[in-house]
Nanobody
């Protein structure tokens, strides 16, 4: 079992930056896929970014490409999401998720989830 905990959310003005952290405990996630998803009120959960295990290959949703960067610190069992040039439409609860069974771009590919952290971008 692995527990995931997100932090770093908050209120920021459009054009600003935030860095979210996803700290894993209970089991190492250094060799497995970890992803970030987000969900705005009344909308479906949306894929944001994913980083693979040992290869650290990254994937991004179209709406965040060029603005967000996912990275991982395996020594600290933590995955980060650096968010730059934030827009009001980035407002959502951001969740990190992990799986030990490959991983993909859909929420159903992941079976471990954090509690989420709120990001609010004001215009």
């Amino acid at each position: 079992q692995v527990q995931l905990g997100e932090s770093g959310g908050g209120l920021v003005q459009a054009g600003g930056s935030l860095t979210l952290s996803c700290a894993a405990s209970g089991r190492s996630v250094s060799s497995t896929a970890v992803a970030w998803f987000r969900q705005a009120p009344g909308k479906q959960r949306e894929f944001v970014a994913k980083i693979s295990g040992s290869t650290k290959i990254t994937y991004y949703g179209d709406s965040v490409k060029g603005r967000f960067t996912i990275s991982r610190d395996n020594a600290n069992n933590t995955v980060y999401l650096q968010m730059n040039n934030l827009k009001p439409e980035d407002t959502a609860v951001y969740y990190c998720a992990a799986t030990f069974l490959g991983g993909g771009l859909f929420s159903t590919n992941y079976n471990y989830w954090g509690q989420g952290t709120q990001v609010t971008v004001s215009s």
